[in-house]
């Protein structure tokens, strides 16, 4: 690791020393950033299992209860919520993908004018504040018809959603050689088996991740469903926010609605765990 | 399906020489995607268009006022203040989820069970919605009933004010902005390594190159384009972050949080002045807009230099 | 007014008894309820009490009517950035919504509210039993408004009709004043006194006085407004055809000074990002002493095993000036309001009737949590005064401050900007920002005269 490794032997001890204090280190800053990004989610759940009069007198001895999870999942319509968040953020991420997936390839494949122009405009349009869009969106959506309906709200949330997978995706498709289309075309495959059978396998690992993404910024979004629904459809972080009721926050209500609200984030998250990583890498993936 | 076959063996394929019909190809392939977009593209023609009346939602009906909007927000000093507000909470936010993100992933990169582990974990606060976290901040910072007092107390600091002093309003979100979206670039970087040849590490290793020689000259530049993508996608949420600021102090204590996504926010919504709010968060998106342009343009060129290797 | 109060309700019981006698509904039992079966009405919810027990009933209520209820409850923080949102699109969507008083100033100047008086004085439409005298009157009061800035409430259209209300006082633990060994204050000296007294009260980070400090009009209108008014000052003045802000008045600078110092002798450290809930749970965790709030909100941590101090609270007149003086208390009401564009109108008042009637407003205090009933006949029951047995001194304090009880802001189109800009003077005054009270109320009273500077009284 130094440049006392080639000197002598003796400095071989030495090494053994400072591998040592390497891996200490690193185990040190692991562990303390582990501290940070893991103990308020431990937290949230200790606060799931404590009743309203233990919130602030206790931290970790207390008398565990269920009450939060029996008021909130039995006593609530969370789970409406619950489904129609599932049914607008995945309905909003399948979109994209039908969409955005050609959209990429088309970026990545052909040269055409305003080739750059336009791939930095779609990009653009994560780029705008939410809040500048929403005013006219909610008066032309009233006007139409899509206020408070699943697709007026999936189309917004292509403004979250598309972006991102189409520039991931994107870097996948030119990082896939046009010779082996050529050589799939020479051998009879139509285009559309050629995008199936073997493009899409190609660039599976960035179109999981990026949907994986996508999906989590759309389930829980805020300011968009906020506006743009409220009485026949209604979303899992408004829907939390609702334990903070009147006479108090019932923190631990919140933390169980919050936590049952990332546990299809999580599921997701563990079940594309190898994509996750890699499918980032802009298919720049080498060896 | 043929066009292929006259296409040049290169990686692009030569379109201008193409039939026409092939030409068109790719914008009929992107049109579903641009048409999806462009709808949501119209609102941005209404928003500017409404910067020029007295549009709000206190009436049915507004009537053209020019450009008073426009100069009643240039000569106004809340304006000045949300800008430098703006950039400040969007570099400050920016810089330390940055740092410590590469730290983080740099760290990881040795791989061994605890890692692995690790990696999973380290995920998760992003799946917390931001409300939500910082709700749950607020409860862990609060001064008479919160848990980190008493972390505190034990190193000797009391009533620390967290989001209640001008002084330590912006540290706090931008803390909680840091704990909810660190992962987001952790991610992007962990990716980025990932995607790193191993043969020059080899070599400068067999070399006894220093770590931080090894880092200097190779790792860090060959992670420049995913740092810039996590960069470019960074900077813009934080330059509109709205979420976080509104549910911790509401912009307080003062003025001190009041970016140009909360002055927007509020006028528009609160206030019920849209024209007022709108050159705001216009200007908002023209400093998106800008910082956008020029970190995609470095990016692309950095990602085409990359891929040479 | 008050001064004819009871040859007003003489004549209204008189009105009453003579309109049951001529009204086409002679009795409860014929009034057609079923009359606008198959309608839907939207509805507008915030998070609170009395919006779970409204939710509670729908299947009564549309069983009874036949009327179908579509609604959405959202948080308060949100909550009226949504009304606005919806109200100014005009479709129609919700058909009623919960506002406060406030609130309706800015939504009736831009004509989204339809006046109730149509109804309340239409025999047809009015349920026999429903008794409109017997609403607390300073509520429904509270919600007439003629439209013209800095004319006060209490005359014009009915804007709303009350489902709750809050009235302001002391909460306070009775623990900590026999630990402290000193009575309530019950005056500006006194309560600066038992700021320092009660400091540390219940060990490391306990302190004597929680009020709210947030950046927004929830900082203003409770403690701080009520007090502003017990100095004698006024937010507005009318000058010409102008509202023009006082708030570097003599008195306001005054009261202002007097409320920094409370803070700075006796608040929470982190003031600054309080509203509502802090301060309630601050009175429940046994860190604040007293809690200058809405009455109904120490009530929440007391009831029995809500939170640690649960038991201990008591109720309290709010300071004045001197022992005996009138605490003059500003009002916040949670009431129900249509929407002018409303296409069921008919409806939507019967929705509107269910749930202000007596029979609901009972059920809601009694049965479930909504503690400040918008029914006299509510508040002298036998079944709410059993529930708050255990509450000491919170009926005769109400008792005590209601006839003095008023909305004190000057009605205006620009309540939310005004407030808003209130608390964030108020904050950087706090903090230091100004050299003195009277620089920051002054740059204040600037900022104020700005939002209204196009308002003209015609």
């Known amino acids: 690791m130094d440049n006392e490794q080639k000197t002598n032997v003796s400095s071989q001890s030495k090494n053994t020393a400072l591998d040592l204090l390497g891996t200490f280190g690193r185990n040190l800053g692991l562990t303390l950033y582990a501290l940070f990004a893991l103990f308020p989610l431990v937290w949230m759940i200790i606060c799931s299992l404590k009743l309203d009069s233990e919130m602030y007198n206790t931290v970790f001895v207390f008398s565990p209860t269920l009450d939060n999870y029996k008021a909130v999942l039995l006593g609530t319509d969370y789970f409406k919520a619950f489904f129609q968040n599932l049914i607008v953020a995945g309905g909003a991420v399948i979109l994209t993908i039908v969409a955005g997936v050609p959209a990429a390839y088309a970026l990545a494949r052909y040269d055409f004018k305003k080739k750059e122009d336009l791939a930095f405009q779609i990009l653009s349009f994560k780029f705008a504040p939410e809040i500048l869009v929403i005013l006219p969106i909610f008066t032309i959506f009233q006007r139409i018809g899509l206020y408070d309906t699943y697709f007026g709200l999936i189309w917004v949330y292509q403004l979250i959603t598309m972006p991102l997978v189409i520039w991931?995706?994107?870097?996948?498709?030119?990082?896939?050689?046009?010779?082996?289309?050529?050589?799939a075309q020479l051998d009879g495959y139509r285009w559309f088996d050629i995008f199936f059978d073997i493009l899409v396998p190609l660039i599976k690992p960035g179109l999981v991740a990026s949907a994986l993404l996508a999906f989590i910024f759309a389930w829980n979004s805020f300011t968009f469903p906020l506006v743009l629904s409220g009485f026949k459809i209604q979303t899992m972080t408004i829907t939390s926010l609702r334990y903070i009721a009147s006479d108090t926050v019932h923190y631990g209500q919140v933390a169980v609605a919050s936590l049952v609200a990332v546990s299809p984030e999580i599921i997701a998250c563990l079940f594309i765990q190898k994509h996750l990583v890699r499918g980032l890498s802009f298919g720049a993936v080498k060896g | 399906m043929n066009e292929t076959d006259n296409a040049p063996r290169d990686d692009r394929i030569n379109y201008n020489e193409a039939p026409v019909s092939v030409r068109r190809r790719p914008y009929f392939i992107i049109a579903p995607g641009l048409l999806i977009l462009i709808g949501i593209l119209i609102p941005f023609a209404i928003a500017i268009f409404l910067s020029f009346t007295n549009f709000s939602f206190r009436s049915t009906s507004w009537r053209f006022v020019g450009l008073r909007n426009w100069s009643d927000a240039f000569a106004d000093r809340a304006f000045y203040h949300a800008v430098w507000v703006t950039l400040r909470y969007g570099f400050y936010a920016t810089l330390t989820q940055m740092v410590l993100g590469l730290v983080v992933a740099l760290l990881l990169r040795k791989d061994t069970f605890y890692s692995r582990v690790l990696k999973v974990l380290f995920t998760f606060p992003l799946m917390v919605a931001p409300a939500i976290a910082v709700l749950i901040w607020q409860l862990m910072t609060s001064n008479s009933v919160g848990v980190l007092e008493g972390f505190l107390n034990f190193f000797g600091v009391f009533d620390f004010p967290w989001a209640s002093s001008h002084a330590t309003a912006m540290f706090t979100a931008v803390l909680i902005d840091t704990w909810v979206n660190t992962p987001f670039i952790l991610l992007l970087v962990l990716a980025g390594i990932q995607s790193l040849p191993k043969s020059p590490f080899e070599a400068a290793q067999v070399d006894g190159a220093s770590s931080w020689f090894i880092f200097k000259t190779l790792t860090f530049p060959m992670l420049k384009p995913f740092l810039y993508i996590a960069l470019l996608f960074r900077v813009m949420a934080a330059l509109q972050e709205f979420g976080i600021i509104f549910a911790l102090s509401k912009g307080g204590p003062g003025d001190t949080l009041m970016n140009i996504s909360l002055t927007g926010y509020i006028t528009a919504f609160q206030f019920l002045r849209m024209g007022k709010a709108l050159p705001y968060l216009l200007v908002l998106w023209m400093i998106c807009y800008v910082a956008a342009w020029a970190l995609v343009k470095r990016q692309r060129k950095l990602a085409k230099l990359a891929q040479g290797y | 007014?008050?001064?004819?109060?009871?040859?007003?309700?003489?004549?209204?019981?008189?009105?009453?008894?003579?309109?049951?006698?001529?009204?086409?509904?002679?009795?409860?039992?014929?009034?057609?309820?079923?009359?606008?079966?198959?309608?839907?009405?939207?509805?507008?919810?915030?998070?609170?009490?009395?919006?779970?027990?409204?939710?509670?009933?729908?299947?009564?209520?549309?069983?009874?009517?036949?009327?179908?209820?579509?609604?959405?409850?959202?948080?308060?923080?949100?909550?009226?950035?949504?009304?606005?949102?919806?109200?100014?699109?005009?479709?129609?969507?919700?058909?009623?919504?919960?506002?406060?008083?406030?609130?309706?100033?800015?939504?009736?100047?831009?004509?989204?509210?339809?006046?109730?008086?149509?109804?309340?004085?239409?025999?047809?439409?009015?349920?026999?039993?429903?008794?409109?005298?017997?609403?607390?009157?300073?509520?429904?009061?509270?919600?007439?408004?003629?439209?013209?800035?800095?004319?006060?409430?209490?005359?014009?259209?009915?804007?709303?009709?009350?489902?709750?209300?809050?009235?302001?006082?002391?909460?306070?633990?009775?623990?900590?004043?026999?630990?402290?060994?000193?009575?309530?204050?019950?005056?500006?000296?006194?309560?600066?006194?038992?700021?320092?007294?009660?400091?540390?009260?219940?060990?490391?980070?306990?302190?004597?006085?929680?009020?709210?400090?947030?950046r927004d009009w929830g900082t203003i209108h409770p403690g701080y407004m009520s007090t502003f008014a017990n100095f004698g000052a006024v937010d507005f003045a009318v000058e010409g055809n102008r509202l023009v802000s006082k708030v570097n008045s003599p008195e306001a600078v005054k009261m202002t000074e007097f409320w920094v110092d409370v803070i700075k002798r006796g608040g929470s450290p982190s003031w600054s990002r309080y509203t509502w809930y802090e301060a309630g749970a601050d009175l429940g965790a046994g860190k604040a002493a007293m809690l200058f709030d809405a009455d109904n909100n120490g009530v929440q941590q007391n009831w029995e095993g809500a939170s640690q101090e649960a038991g201990n609270i008591a109720w309290a007149l709010m300071p004045v000036a001197k022992v005996g003086d009138t605490p003059h208390s500003n009002y916040w009401t949670w009431s129900m309001a249509m929407n002018s564009a409303s296409k069921n109108k008919d409806a939507a008042w019967y929705f509107l009737m269910y749930f202000t009637s007596k029979g609901f407003a009972e059920y809601a205090s009694v049965e479930k949590n909504s503690v400040d009933p918008a029914r006299t006949s509510v508040w002298n029951s036998e079944g709410f005064g059993k529930k708050m047995a255990k509450q000491e001194g919170y009926i005769d304090t109400y008792n005590k401050t209601i006839n003095s009880t008023t909305i004190l802001f000057t009605p205006q189109p620009y309540f939310f900007e005004t407030t808003t800009e209130w608390a964030a003077t108020l904050q950087d005054i706090v903090a230091g920002k100004y050299k003195s009270v009277q620089e920051g109320m002054d740059s204040l009273k600037v900022k104020m005269d700005k939002a209204l500077e196009d308002v003209e009284i015609k």
């Open chain 1, 168 to 183: 991931v995706v994107r870097g996948y498709f030119e990082e896939i050689s046009v010779e082996i289309e050529q050589a």
């Open chain 3, 1 to 214: 007014m008050r001064v004819c109060g009871k040859c007003r309700v003489v004549f209204l019981v008189v009105l009453v008894a003579f309109l049951a006698l001529l009204a086409a509904p002679a009795t409860a039992e014929d009034f057609n309820w079923k009359k606008y079966a198959g309608a839907t009405v939207k509805v507008l919810f915030v998070q609170h009490s009395v919006s779970e027990a409204i939710v509670s009933k729908f299947a009564e209520f549309e069983a009874a009517t036949g009327i179908k209820v579509d609604y959405s409850i959202t948080p308060e923080a949100n909550y009226f950035d949504k009304v606005a949102t919806s109200l100014s699109s005009r479709t129609g969507d919700p058909d009623l919504f919960m506002s406060g008083a406030y609130q309706l100033w800015d939504y009736s100047s831009a004509g989204f509210v339809e006046d109730l008086s149509a109804f309340i004085n239409d025999k047809n439409k009015v349920v026999p039993d429903y008794d409109f005298g017997d609403i607390v009157k300073s509520a429904a009061d509270a919600l007439k408004w003629d439209g013209v800035p800095g004319h006060a409430v209490g005359t014009g259209p009915q804007l709303g009709l009350p489902l709750a209300f809050e009235i302001y006082s002391i909460a306070y633990n009775k623990r900590a004043f026999e630990k402290a060994g000193i009575k309530v204050p019950q005056t500006f000296d006194e309560l600066l006194a038992a700021c320092d007294k009660l400091k540390e009260w219940n060990g490391q980070g306990s302190y004597a006085l929680a009020i709210r400090g947030a």
